[in-house]
């Protein structure tokens, strides 16, 4: 009985307790903004390479004429370098002196080979190209990985418009010795050269969201092992001509148009009107508003003064 009076007389005399209970919270701190970025190279080497029988395994990660501009830069670049050689300790291999006396393997020789990428507050742009370029792995000097006439790339982020890729291939492309068919889309293509290995070869992949585009001209899987000799046996990827890009926000993003698929960071559209028409009707007659919380309360506060009223009304009649 006592706890009882006491939460009555506390209830009756400090009606601000029954007010703070409808606590209104809103979390105002903005979400940071992306400031674009940009990404451009004419060809990127993830390969491993075993020699002797997979004794020695000697990763070969290589890019010609990367330009990347992170998110924050304002600013522009270009490269264009036209040949590309790298180390591989243990295999005996013709090539360019490397500066601290070892050799060299050639990965990559071309007449043109071009990167650019631009990010600012209209936003950010990527292209790389390549022409009459020669493409070899190590422990396979003679026999070129792939010959192209010429490929593009290109990724276009604008603000306040719907990123846009696309990938161009020109001329002949032969891959071990053979010529190729261009096929865009669908399966990829395989080369296969009996006591030499097999390559998967993907022409023009390409992928948007709302704020981001990236764009690869050739994308190679690489299995040799010539003469299944166990020499030089290499595996992994060889990507030509990439180019990617996202917006700056400095406007709305674009809308989804129907039909569309968001893919990476992209948030699936929802409609913005119910389907239901009597939907706004309802919503005006029985939705809330910014005095809710103080309704509320007040509501609070009259069912604790009538609770407090009746405890005391029957400590009297038993008193």
């Known amino acids: 009985m006592p706890a009882t009076v006491a939460t009555a007389a506390a209830l009756a005399t400090c009606p601000a307790l029954l007010l703070a209970a409808p606590a209104h919270a809103d979390d105002t701190d903005p979400a940071p903004a992306r400031t674009g970025s940009a990404d451009a190279s004419v060809l990127r080497a993830d390969l491993d390479v075993s020699l002797l029988d997979r004794t020695v395994q000697v990763p070969v990660l290589a890019t010609l004429n990367e330009v990347r501009l992170p998110a924050g830069g304002h600013d522009s ?7 590309l050689d790298v180390r591989v300790d243990g295999l005996a291999a013709e090539g360019a002196e490397h500066p601290d006396g070892a050799e060299a393997v050639t990965l990559a020789r071309a007449e043109v080979a071009t990167a650019d990428a631009t990010v600012d507050e209209d936003g950010a742009e990527a292209s790389s190209h390549l ?15 792939i010959k192209v006439e010429e490929v593009t790339s290109e990724a276009v982020c604008a603000v306040g418009e719907k990123p846009v890729a696309e990938s161009d291939t020109l001329g002949s492309v032969t891959v071990l010795g053979k010529r190729v068919t261009v096929t865009v889309g669908g399966e990829p293509t395989v080369v296969t050269v009996p006591g030499v290995g097999e390559v998967s070869l993907g022409f023009s992949q390409t992928e948007t ?13 690489v299995s040799v092992n010539p003469l299944k000799l166990n020499v ?29 698929r968001p893919q990476g960071d992209a948030e699936p559209v929802q409609d913005a009107k119910p389907a239901d028409p009597g939907y706004e009707r309802r919503l005006a007659e029985t939705g809330g508003s910014s005095a809710t919380p103080y309704l509320v309360g007040g509501a609070v506060l009259l069912v604790g003064l009538g609770l407090a009223g009746v405890v005391l009304a029957r400590l009297r009649a038993r008193g």
Not at 134 to 145: D, I, K, R, Y
Not at 209 to 221: E, F, G, I, M
Not at 232 to 260: F, K, Q, Y
């Open 131 to 145: 022409a009459r370029a020669e493409v070899h792995v190590p422990g396979l000097p003679a026999l070129s990985l």
């Open 77 to 83: 670049g270009a490269a264009d370098k036209t040949a």
């Open 209 to 221: 969201t709302r704020s981001a585009a990236s764009a690869a001209a050739l994308r190679l899987q």
């Open 232 to 260: 030089a046996e290499v595996a992994g990827e060889v990507t030509l001509v990439e180019a990617a890009c996202e917006t700056p926000a400095g406007g709305t993003d674009t809308p989804e148009e129907p039909g569309d």
